[in-house]
């Protein structure tokens, strides 16, 4: 049985070369992908690929020689250091400085140089498959104000500049923030359908029913029990509190991981007394809870609608910059069954005193 070549994976963090507390301009996009595939293969690949990459006119001009895309003593003769340490320092003026040395025909350049390299990058690995993850995007450090502009913002760049992000021969993964499709649809056009926004686990029907979802609450418990001895953790209680915290984390599954590892180490400070209890999971949902910082009024208004018809429909546009905030900041989690729905995350419905009943537990917590 012949094998699949198997795959070249590079991950690429936008923070680590991004302040990301504005918008992205494509010429910071196209340099700090060229930056960051570059730092990842650095990073990870085989020093035979590395041999052949260095063959390449593109990698030789990235490592080698001069590319005066910024001020005076910055150049690529450092490798990364050099580009990493410009986009975290740059505003406006770095925008202005990549457009004004690369000339009239500044995209294009950026373009071929950026699709060029790559593909020296899928050459060198071949027969494997090179895949390109782009990670952080979606981690804006923003102004409440500026959430609608920032989010607008980086929507237009993935729609007027998709043909420069479609990186060539490889499969290119971008972590975008949720609200991008909603305010620029076409970008499912743009990227042929291949936008996917990732729901959580259900785990209730949708509002304002909100019926417990056993296939799903048991997926998750079964997630745990993979993961954590729960017979020596909750004893006898091992079903209800184990219950309990699926439906406190929403599906979420990050959540649902944070929680579970308060309560194992909560019961590693009980020691000799396991089993824990439901009181002592009610302890670690309210904790997790406050530690969800404050909600101002739009919050909550937003999340108060939200929790009616779990819908998006009544949000007027001139409340986007608080959509965006709800969104961004995971108060509001997304669904899929019949479509897209939404509901508050149960940390924050804890927080305002929603009370959401699920089976023999009231989601006031939940």
């Known amino acids: 049985m012949v094998r699949p070549p198997g795959y070249s994976i590079l991950r690429v963090s936008a ?8 918008a992205l301009s494509i010429e910071e996009m196209a340099v700090l992908l060229v930056a960051g595939i570059g730092e990842a293969a650095l990073a990870s690949m085989d020093e035979d690929i590395l041999t052949r990459l260095r063959r390449g006119t593109n990698w030789e001009s990235m490592h080698g020689h001069t590319f005066r895309m910024f001020d005076e003593g910055v150049t690529f003769e450092r490798g990364i250091a050099d580009i990493k340490s410009v986009l975290h320092s740059g505003g406006d003026r770095l925008r202005e400085q990549l457009r004004e040395t690369l000339g009239p025909h500044a995209l294009d350049k950026v373009r071929d140089f950026l699709h060029q390299f790559v593909l020296e990058i899928a050459t ?7 895949v390109v993850l782009v990670d952080d995007l979606e981690k804006f450090t923003v102004f409440r104000s500026e959430a609608a502009s920032v989010y607008q913002e980086m929507s237009d760049l993935f729609f007027f500049y998709s043909d420069l992000l479609k990186l060539p021969r490889c499969h290119t993964v971008y972590t975008v923030p949720p609200p991008l499709v909603l305010l620029n649809p076409g970008i499912l056009d743009v990227f042929d359908g291949r936008v996917h926004l990732l ?37 006898t209680m091992r079903s209800v509190c184990t219950r309990r915290l699926v439906l406190a984390s929403g599906g979420h599954l990050r959540d649902l991981a944070s929680l579970t ?20 999971v009610e302890d670690v949902i309210a904790a997790h809870s406050a530690r ?13 609608e939200v929790s009616k018809f779990g819908d998006l429909w009544g949000i007027e546009r001139s409340r986007l910059g608080a959509l965006m905030g709800v969104m961004g900041r995971d ?3 997304c669904y899929e069954s019949d479509g897209f729905w ?5 940390a924050v419905a804890y927080k305002i005193g929603l009370t959401h009943k699920l089976g023999s537990y009231a989601l006031l917590d939940a």
């Open 15 to 22: 923070k680590q070369y991004h302040r990301m507390n504005r």
């Open 124 to 130: 060198a690995v071949e027969p494997r498959q090179l």
């Open 199 to 235: 729901p959580n686990v259900k785990i209730q029907s949708r509002p304002p029913k909100r019926e417990p979802y056993a296939p799903g609450i048991g997926a998750l418990a079964q997630m745990i029990a993979m993961r954590v001895d729960l017979d020596r953790l909750f004893g």
């Open 261 to 280: 590892k308060d309560v194992v180490i909560k019961g590693l400070g009980k020691g000799k007394e396991l089993p824990l209890g439901i009181l002592e």
């Open 292 to 304: 969800r910082g404050n909600l101002c009024k739009d919050d909550l208004d937003i999340l108060l």
């Open 331 to 333: 108060l509001m989690l």
């Open 342 to 346: 939404y509901d508050v995350n149960p």
